[in-house]
């Protein structure tokens, strides 16, 4: 029985894949038999990555239809799309987004762009060689911002939630043209929030009811989401469409009252 995980005869294109999660989903997929593309802003990140690699880079935006456009006929044939290119770096400026009522409408344009609407011109061009294909899978990394709130994270979070919609609909529309789409729900992650302990700030407080605190997990790596990614991706998952993947550790699974109930072991 062949290994349904292998992607050997697969074409991939991963956006924004050059580093962190994106380059674990492109080196994974390329170890599992795949023929990667990659494509990102930062060229001479891009053309370090390819040396390094052998993996090809394509320079493109994804908020210029002009480049996906370009990126996508590139790729020759196309049999599985990575939508993960995302606005991280408006993200830690802290100066885009923000809260709706104080947020410019220049600023909630341009988090929209970065995080959905360059998604949709990705999968926009890239369509008609995935349907080409006869059997092909969009595979969208979207965020816990989706499904939680995140107060000054606003247009991100609104981004997040309408991609995971339009993988839904994607799904729905275009599965009889033997398209799948799924998404992966991304807790943090060490590439893009520190090392998972950062963020607490504190040392551990010594209060023998401290557990009842609902502290998040520890962060996870960029591999957690390229295996995720790998699944949705091959024929392991041939009978999956139109779901959202959490992997974040139980980020989302955090109980709102814990003082309910003693901690099971204790």
């Known amino acids: 029985m062949s290994d349904p995980f292998r992607l050997d005869g697969e074409t991939a294109l991963v956006t924004g894949g050059t580093s962190g999660i994106g380059a674990a989903v492109a080196l994974l997929f390329r170890d599992r038999g795949a023929e990667v593309v990659v494509c990102g802003r930062n060229v001479d990140r891009g053309k370090a990555f390819e040396a390094e690699t052998g993996i090809r880079f394509v320079a493109a935006d994804v908020t210029s239809e002009v480049q996906v456009s370009a990126a996508i006929a590139a790729c020759g044939r196309l049999s599985v799309l990575v939508n993960n290119a995302g606005p991280t770096d408006l993200l830690h400026t802290r100066s885009v987004d923000g809260p709706i009522g104080e947020m410019t409408p220049e600023n909630w344009a341009k988090l929209l762009d970065a995080t959905l609407t360059g998604a949709y ?12 294909a006869g059997r092909s899978a969009i595979v969208n990394i979207s965020s ?6 995140m107060p000054g994270f606003d247009a991100y979070s609104a981004g997040k939630a309408g991609l995971e919609a339009m993988t839904r609909s994607l799904a729905a529309g275009y599965g009889h043209l033997g398209v799948r789409a799924n998404a992966v729900r991304v807790g943090s992650i060490r590439v893009d929030h520190g090392d998972g302990e950062r963020r607490r700030g504190v040392e551990p407080d010594p209060r023998p009811d401290a557990w009842r605190r609902p502290e998040p997990p520890k962060a996870g790596a960029p591999d957690d989401v390229a295996h995720a990614a790998l699944y949705l991706a091959s024929p392991a998952s041939a ?10 550790g139980g980020l989302e699974m955090r109980s709102l009252m814990p003082w309910q109930t003693a901690r099971p072991g204790d």
Do not use: C, E, F
């Not at 011109?121 to 080409?132: G, M, N, R, V």
């Not at 009978?239 to 974040?248: E, I, N, Q």
């Open 239 to 248: 009978y999956v469409t139109g779901v959202v993947l959490p992997v974040d």
């Open 144 to 149: 816990i911002a989706a499904t939680q709130a």
């Open 121 to 132: 011109l990705t999968t926009h061009h890239a369509l008609p060689l995935l349907i080409a």
